[in-house]
Structures are given as C-alpha cells and as structure tokens.
C-alpha cells in the first residue's frame, strides 16, 4: 500500500527554520518524483518544491527559492524526503503536503500527483 505521511510542522516565529518530513512506504522511493505542495485557507493548492527521479535535479517556486531546500535519502531504512525551510514568513502559513508523481520528472500541476499525504501545519507568527 503507497502511503506518505508528513511531519514536522508547528508554531515558528517569523525569521525561523522548520524541517519537514515525507515518509514513504509501499514503493520504492528513488523511482518516482515527489513534490511538496501548501495550500494557505481559502487559497488553492500550490506546488513549492519537487525532486526528481531521473537525475535529482530539484524544482523550487519563485516564493521560496533561496529558502526552502528540498533533498530525498533513498536509503530503504529512510525512504524520506525532506524539505529544509528557513527564514520563515508569516506568508508560509499553510498546510504542507507531499504528494507521488504520476510523470516523469517534476511538475507543479496538481494533477500530475497523487498518493497525497495527510499534511502537517505550519504556522509562521510572532
């Protein structure tokens, strides 16, 4: 069974660093790309950051980029993929998602993913 289950989330205060992480089970990690999407209340879901399968290269959104940094340990005891967040703004608030590609490479289309996780909150605030 594909599963991916988020963590890592929490209260931080503006300025701060928070490192997610995408646990998956039920596959084999370093075949597919996975992406980290966030969807803020009231707001549509949005891609932040994807790792691809095929050579590593990594996607970032012109709103993180410099920030956040997305990295994957394929080891099968980890099968994990992170998402390093630093200086943090109260504008990242939201729901973080990871989610399995269903292409080859990296997208920032909702629909070119699935296998989504359950999300985990983050919340920037001072």
């Known amino acids: 069974q594909v599963q991916l289950v988020e963590s890592g989330g929490g209260l931080v205060q503006p300025g701060g660093s928070l490192r997610l992480s995408c646990a998956a089970s039920?596959?084999?990690?370093?075949?597919?790309?996975i992406g980290w999407f966030r969807q803020a209340p009231g707001k549509e879901r949005e891609g932040v950051s994807c790792i691809s399968s095929t050579d590593g290269s990594t996607y970032y959104a012109d709103s993180v980029k410099g920030r956040f940094t997305i990295s994957r340990d394929n080891d099968r005891n980890k099968n994990t993929v992170y998402l390093q967040m630093n200086s943090l703004k109260p504008e990242d608030t939201a729901v973080y998602y990871c989610?399995?590609?269903?292409?080859?490479?990296?997208?920032?289309?909702?629909?070119?993913?699935?296998?989504w996780g359950q999300g985990t909150q983050v919340t920037v605030s001072s």
């Open positions: 989610a399995r590609s269903r292409v080859i490479g990296c997208s920032d289309y909702v629909p070119d993913f699935a296998s």
């Open positions: 039920g596959f084999t990690l370093e075949h597919y790309s």
